[in-house]
């Protein structure tokens, strides 16, 4: 099984991944430190700061992890590129309203455009929009904003066992673009 964790930075994917390989007994691949370890970048965008990561060596360290796992694969990617991963048999993206978001990023020692870059894109539901291209049916979204991680986590349960479904389409945080 594979379970693609994704969501615009801030809404908790760092923070629920442990829980969840705890109760499920997977394996994480934390999406950030394999680019760091690897260094699975072309260069650094001199405006943003940003690592540009070169996506195709990306998917090929991915898929070099999973191809040499047993049979009894139980594998969490985590990280805001993870929905690019073509395989999956969930893709989780967490959700959190822009505002609330925007409480969680400036905690961040981040550049106010870079906050609010994300806070935009997490209104225009870009990383389910994203993640809908590849992966159409097996994505789910879990609003983190009102929840403790340990509630997202056992919604996401809810979600592999197939007692749930949060098919995209019911979160609309386009409210915070018109004010
Ligand atoms: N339900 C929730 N799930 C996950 N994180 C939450 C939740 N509610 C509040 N938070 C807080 O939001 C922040 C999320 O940060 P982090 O997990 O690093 O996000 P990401 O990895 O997606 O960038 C943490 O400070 C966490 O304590
Ligand atoms: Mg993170």
Not at 30 to 55: R, S
Not at 119 to 125: F, G, M, N
Request: aromatic fraction near 6%; charged fraction near 25%.
């Amino acid at each position: 099984m594979i379970i693609l964790l994704t969501g615009t930075p801030g809404t908790g994917k760092t923070t629920i991944s442990p829980l969840l390989v705890e109760e499920l007994n997977c394996t994480l691949i934390d999406i950030n430190q394999l680019v760091d370890e690897k260094q699975l970048y072309t260069g650094l965008d001199a405006k943003k700061g940003y690592k540009v990561v070169d996506m195709a060596a990306l998917e090929g360290e991915l898929q070099k992890i999973i191809d040499k796992k047993e049979d009894d694969l139980c594998v969490i990617i985590e990280g805001h590129l993870s929905h690019y991963f073509p395989l999956a048999d969930f893709v989780i993206v967490l959700r959190t309203e822009p505002s609330v978001l925007e409480e969680r990023l400036t905690k961040r020692d981040w550049e106010s455009s870079k906050i609010h870059e994300n806070l935009e894109a997490e209104a225009l539901d870009i990383c389910t929009w994203e993640a809908y291209q590849t992966h159409g049916s097996r994505v789910h979204e879990v609003d983190t904003t009102n929840i403790t991680p340990q509630k997202a986590v056992n919604i996401i349960l809810k979600i592999i066992y197939g007692e749930k479904s949060h098919p995209p389409g019911d979160i609309d945080f386009s409210g915070f673009l018109t004010g």
